[in-house]
């Protein structure tokens, strides 16, 4: 019996180095450097200079507005565009596995070339977008460039790349729902409204809280979408957090970057998880 234990210990080893390499480390690290003004060569303690200079950062209030809104509004387009998906490519489709590729394709693709066709297609006089609107009459704004938009195109973006992985939890999710408990509902005379509302959605609850907490971490931590298609700009209306770390990074300044890294994490999961915590406990008393 104890061999037996010994063995399953020692399977986890493989999958332990691992973590622990790329994962613990680099963490433990950055906690470290955060603390430092150093180089590819050298470090030295500062204590909490970074951290001050960090918040000292002009922009750092857009980042944070930006990326709440950007993280709230992705999460919640996400799971409310795949629960719809979701619903309709359950049901009786002849063309629903075509539909289904169709919506999950936009996942494979290369996220910075999603930003770089999306930057031509909503160009403000030369991109597709607006050349369609002004076959219907249609006066199509400048979508990257005012500031008052930037961040909301940015935002409509990721949601058309990210809702196919949405929609497939979803299906998972409504697939694994024993056929039983609509028959029965039928019998009753339940029409499908009915029937989503009192089986679908509440049977639905883990696939929707894993959804939820993927969503929200992706949005908080997006980078390389809005660096593709802004690059924060124009001027600092569309800086997200992790882009004003990235610039902070390019201007040699390692040490205060790495600081806000640790912020930007300890930022997430001061957010997510209570809400996981709420979302698990609402899944229990179900």
Do not use: C
Not at 17 to 24: E, T
Not at 256 to 284: H, Q, W
């Amino acid at each position: 019996m104890k061999s037996n234990k010994m063995y399953s210990y020692a399977l986890l080893i493989p999958a332990g180095l691992i973590y622990g390499l790329f994962f613990l480390y680099p963490t433990v690290m950055s906690f470290f450097f955060g603390f430092t003004r150093w180089n590819l060569t050298d470090w030295e303690w500062i204590g909490f200079d970074n951290y001050i200079m960090f918040f000292e950062e002009s922009s750092l209030m857009i980042g944070f507005k930006n990326t709440f809104i950007f993280a709230f509004l992705t999460a919640g387009l996400k799971v409310i565009l795949g629960l719809i998906f979701a619903v309709l490519l359950t049901a009786k489709l002849r063309t629903k596995r075509f539909i289904r590729s169709l919506v999950f394709f936009p996942v494979l693709v290369s996220t910075i070339a999603v930003g770089i066709a999306f930057s031509v297609l909503m160009h403000p006089s030369e991109g597709l977008i607006n050349m369609s609107l002004d076959l219907i009459g249609i006066n199509g704004p400048n979508w990257l460039g005012n500031p008052d938009l930037a961040i909301y195109s940015v935002a409509f973006v990721d949601v058309w790349k990210g809702v196919g992985i949405a929609t497939v939890i979803f299906i998972a999710g409504m697939m694994s729902i024993p056929v039983d408990y609509y028959e029965a509902h039928q019998i009753d005379g339940g029409n499908k409204f009915n029937a989503f509302w009192h089986i679908t959605l509440p049977l639905s609850r883990p696939a929707i809280n894993a959804v939820i907490i993927l969503a929200l971490i992706g949005g908080l931590r997006t980078f390389d979408l809005v660096w593709a298609m802004t690059g924060g700009g124009p001027g600092f209306s569309s800086d997200l957090i992790a882009s004003i770390i990235y610039k902070q990074y390019q201007a040699g300044f390692y040490g205060l970057s790495t600081a806000g890294n640790v912020i930007l994490f300890l930022m997430v999961a001061l957010i997510v998880f209570p809400i996981f915590r709420y979302l698990n406990r609402k899944e229990v008393d179900l």
